[in-house]
């Protein structure tokens, strides 16, 4: 079939003829293919774009990422840790260079002979590895044996090198004074080379006691955690965190004369087999119709716009004529509402959803959160035991309504949302 085109595997109302290929090509090539959006109205001609960037642009750090993404380095999680700590930057990129093997310890100078010998300068008689000067040297392992818990000291103190920063850095626990023990690990191995680098550079006079060098770890640790999670700011500096407040989220029903349509799209592995679903209720909040869709193989994204399109097609055919649509899917309705060029790699399923929107009818879209949208995340994630292709629904499937009456009853949840915005998205798109 080397003289064929996309157009003759499809049928004039714009479907996949899938009986066409299905003996052709693995079962999911075929399944990626069913989520693809077909345009048989526009007279644009066929656009390439570039599938290694989201947004189908060419950019030479794509390319180089693309070539590069069966190397990808092992250790890789471990730097987005470090790199995410809550601590000084200073810290971090002493972190970086130690995981990198690139402190400046006295026997890497000796093997790049800038020392007279190896040894540390602080206890005289050892090679200074960063395991030394960092965990074994004298000071390092008073302080250590202090504040490791006795059940994990064996483990801690004969791990190698590499194992032994990997561990301590991805620790979730706690540590001293409430202090995640990542944050208090890094804090305490910078202070410990910082110590060592005054006798270095300063002489002997410049050590301190072991207990005092501890006093001033665990000072300097609190300082900076306390100072990193501190409620305000200087003016005109900007916040590290937002400031988040619980609210009460669930679903409204619409004013007198409006319908309110809920959509969701779900994908299980992101790409993976994707769904959709959502209802239409009126201000009674009465079930006027639903829908489920399996779609094939789709990312989550791609499946929250077809959860757009269908619930769109499904009002229309219903006679809703004065709509509120909402998504918890801030980025599908980000997508449609910014004019994206013909690179987009959803550019044919924003311009069929545009093309409904423009219709002679008033709709508005806008977000609400998960417990808002309850109905149609149970939907889109029970629409993978149906058949391909979407499903109108002139009543609520079993086991949907006890969501519908706690709904109707106004039942809300606690949830805890950003409320600082400095300039928040404009996410309701104005009535077409």
């Given at each position: 079939?080397?003289?064929?085109?996309?157009?003759?595997?499809?049928?004039?109302?714009?479907?996949?003829?899938?009986?066409?290929?299905?003996?052709?090509?693995?079962?999911?090539?075929?399944?990626?293919?069913?989520?693809?959006?077909?345009?048989?109205?526009?007279?644009?001609?066929?656009?390439?774009?570039?599938?290694?960037?989201?947004?189908?642009?060419?950019?030479?750090?794509?390319?180089?990422?693309?070539?590069?993404?069966?190397?990808?380095?092992?250790?890789?999680?471990?730097?987005?840790?470090?790199?995410?700590?809550?601590?000084?930057?200073?810290?971090?990129?002493?972190?970086?260079?130690?995981?990198?093997?690139?402190?400046?310890?006295?026997?890497?100078?000796?093997?790049?002979?800038?020392?007279?010998?190896?040894?540390?300068?602080?206890?005289?008689?050892?090679?200074?590895?960063?395991?030394?000067?960092?965990?074994?040297?004298?000071?390092?392992?008073?302080?250590?044996?202090?504040?490791?818990?006795?059940a994990k000291q064996h483990s801690f103190f004969s791990a190698e090198q590499g194992d032994w920063l990997r561990e301590n850095l991805s620790n979730s626990e706690a540590?001293?004074?409430?202090?995640?023990?990542?944050?208090?690990?890094?804090?305490?191995?910078?202070?410990?080379?910082?110590?060592?680098?005054?006798?270095?550079?300063?002489?002997?006079?410049?050590?301190?006691?072991?207990?005092?060098?501890?006093?001033?770890?665990?000072?300097?640790?609190?300082?900076?955690?306390?100072?990193?999670?501190?409620?305000?700011?200087?003016?005109?500096?900007?916040?590290?965190?937002?400031?988040?407040?619980?609210?009460?989220?669930?679903?409204?029903?619409?004013?007198?004369?409006?319908?309110?349509?809920?959509?969701?799209?779900?994908?299980?592995?992101?790409?993976?087999?994707?769904?959709?679903?959502?209802?239409?209720?009126?201000?009674?909040?009465?079930?006027?119709?639903?829908?489920?869709?399996?779609?094939?193989?789709?990312?989550?994204?791609?499946?929250?716009?077809?959860?757009?399109?269908?619930?769109?097609?499904?009002?229309?055919?219903?006679?809703?004529?004065?709509?509120?649509?909402?998504?918890?899917?801030?980025?599908?309705?980000?997508?449609?509402?910014?004019?994206?060029?013909?690179?987009?790699?959803?550019?044919?399923l924003l311009s069929a959803i545009r093309r409904k929107l423009s219709q002679d009818w008033l709709v508005s879209i806008s977000h609400t959160y998960r417990e808002g949208?309850?109905?149609?995340?149970?939907?889109?994630?029970?629409?993978?035991?149906?058949?391909?292709?979407?499903?109108?629904?002139?009543?609520?499937?079993?086991?949907?309504?006890?969501?519908?009456?706690e709904d109707n009853m106004g039942i809300t949840f606690e949830r805890r949302v950003v409320a600082d915005f400095s300039s928040p998205p404009n996410l309701s798109a104005?009535?077409?």
């Amino acid at each position: 079939m080397e003289d064929a085109v996309v157009a003759d595997f499809v049928t004039q109302e714009g479907a996949w003829r899938t009986d066409l290929y299905s003996d052709l090509l693995p079962q999911e090539v075929q399944m990626k293919i069913l989520s693809t959006a077909l345009d048989t109205i526009s007279t644009e001609n066929d656009t390439i774009f570039w599938n290694a960037a989201s947004d189908g642009r060419f950019s030479a750090k794509t390319a180089y990422n693309l070539l590069n993404q069966h190397d990808a380095d092992p250790d890789e999680k471990y730097w987005k840790i470090i790199w995410s700590l809550p601590v000084p930057e200073r810290v971090r990129s002493f972190l970086w260079l130690t995981c990198l093997g690139r402190i400046a310890t006295n026997q890497l100078r000796f093997c790049r002979k800038s020392a007279p010998n190896p040894d540390c300068v602080r206890c005289l008689g050892q090679p200074e590895s960063i395991l030394h000067a960092l965990r074994d040297c004298p000071p390092a392992l008073f302080f250590w044996s202090r504040h490791v818990p006795t059940a994990k000291q064996h483990s801690f103190f004969s791990a190698e090198q590499g194992d032994w920063l990997r561990e301590n850095l991805s620790n979730s626990e706690a540590g001293p004074s409430g202090i995640p023990w990542a944050a208090f690990f890094g804090v305490a191995t910078w202070c410990l080379w910082k110590s060592r680098c005054e006798v270095c550079f300063k002489g002997l006079a410049a050590v301190l006691s072991p207990p005092s060098l501890a006093h001033s770890i665990i000072a300097k640790a609190k300082l900076w955690h306390e100072a990193w999670h501190a409620p305000t700011v200087l003016p005109g500096s900007r916040s590290r965190a937002a400031t988040r407040v619980v609210q009460n989220v669930g679903w409204k029903p619409p004013p007198q004369g409006w319908y309110t349509l809920n959509v969701d799209g779900a994908s299980c592995g992101n790409p993976g087999p994707a769904g959709t679903g959502g209802c239409i209720r009126d201000s009674s909040g009465r079930w006027v119709s639903g829908f489920v869709g399996n779609i094939g193989t789709a990312s989550a994204a791609l499946a929250e716009l077809w959860a757009v399109f269908h619930g769109l097609e499904v009002a229309w055919n219903t006679g809703c004529r004065t709509l509120k649509m909402e998504s918890d899917s801030r980025l599908a309705i980000e997508l449609i509402n910014n004019r994206l060029d013909q690179v987009h790699p959803y550019s044919t399923l924003l311009s069929a959803i545009r093309r409904k929107l423009s219709q002679d009818w008033l709709v508005s879209i806008s977000h609400t959160y998960r417990e808002g949208n309850r109905v149609a995340d149970w939907l889109s994630k029970h629409s993978l035991v149906y058949p391909y292709g979407m499903h109108e629904l002139a009543n609520p499937p079993q086991g949907l309504g006890s969501i519908l009456q706690e709904d109707n009853m106004g039942i809300t949840f606690e949830r805890r949302v950003v409320a600082d915005f400095s300039s928040p998205p404009n996410l309701s798109a104005p009535p077409l």
